[in-house]
């Protein structure tokens, strides 16, 4: 899979996909991340890409020119499955949004910033927008972010233990049960006997009832849907 993000700020992007698993994906071939500054589609030498808005109102809105110019340089080598922009306006990103983007070929991720970007690009360009919860980040790069890790994990092949994903916190609209590692008893707590029981049925059956527990304690509108 390739991904693709225009950005005006690429450093904010250098550190999430170079450790753990997103640096593994891209090791092992199965993923490519490209930052890609939207300055160098500025329209003067002063590196311009945003400008007042229409109507008036404080806050500047990222120029549709340099937008459409990085957009079709881009696309001149690669088709791309979906264009994304990063926006507290879009649908709100969840599991099932990152297993449907985790099939895709080709993405290309636009990070807004200041008041957003001129809504004819959204218009001729965008075909999702997501947002990644209801709260306002300074820039759309941290979202795009979770939102490549997110996908870049379910990619076969990128999980050592390909079946760890599929029992993760809402793949199947449940939260993970609680896990224990060693020591067996730590500062008086012990864990659960029934995981030393070494009976595989039982501790499925514990994990499960545990997983199905702690979702109507803490998430009872995703056991609903
Ligand atoms: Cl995608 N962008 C910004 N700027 N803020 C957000 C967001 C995105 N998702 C939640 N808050």
């Known amino acids: 899979m390739q991904i693709d993000i225009i950005t005006v700020a690429p450093e904010l992007l250098d550190s999430p996909f170079s450790h753990s698993i997103m640096k593994r994906a891209q090791d092992k071939g199965l993923l490519s991340v490209r930052c890609h500054n939207l300055r160098e589609w500025a329209i003067n030498k002063h590196g311009q890409v945003d400008d007042y808005q229409y109507g008036g109102g404080a806050g500047m809105v990222m120029m549709s020119e340099p937008l459409s110019n990085a957009i079709e340089h881009l696309q001149q080598t690669t088709t791309y499955d979906d264009i994304i922009y990063m926006t507290p306006d879009g ?3 969840n599991q099932g949004m990152a297993n449907y983007l985790s099939m895709k070929g080709n ?4 990070c807004g910033h200041y008041k957003g ?6 218009d001729l360009y965008v ?3 997501i947002s990644i919860g209801d709260y306002v980040l300074s820039g759309g790069e941290l979202a795009a972010a979770v939102v490549v890790d997110a996908i ?9 233990d ?3 994903a599929l029992l993760d916190s809402f793949q199947d609209n449940l939260l993970a049960p609680p896990v224990y590692t060693r020591p067996a008893e730590f500062k008086g707590l012990k864990i659960p006997d029934i995981l030393l029981s070494g009976d595989p049925v039982k501790i499925e059956d514990w994990r ?10 803490r998430r009872p509108d995703i056991l609903r849907d």
Not at 117 to 122: A, F, K, L, N, P
Not at 152 to 160: E, K
Not at 208 to 217: A, D, G
């Open 91 to 93: 649908e709100t990103f």
């Open 107 to 110: 993405l290309l991720i636009i």
């Open 117 to 122: 970007i001129d809504q004819r690009i959204r």
């Open 127 to 129: 075909t999702k927008e």
């Open 152 to 160: 870049g994990r379910l990619i076969p092949g990128v999980l050592n």
């Open 162 to 164: 390909e079946t760890s």
């Open 208 to 217: 499960s009832e545990q997983s199905l527990q702690r979702t109507k304690e």
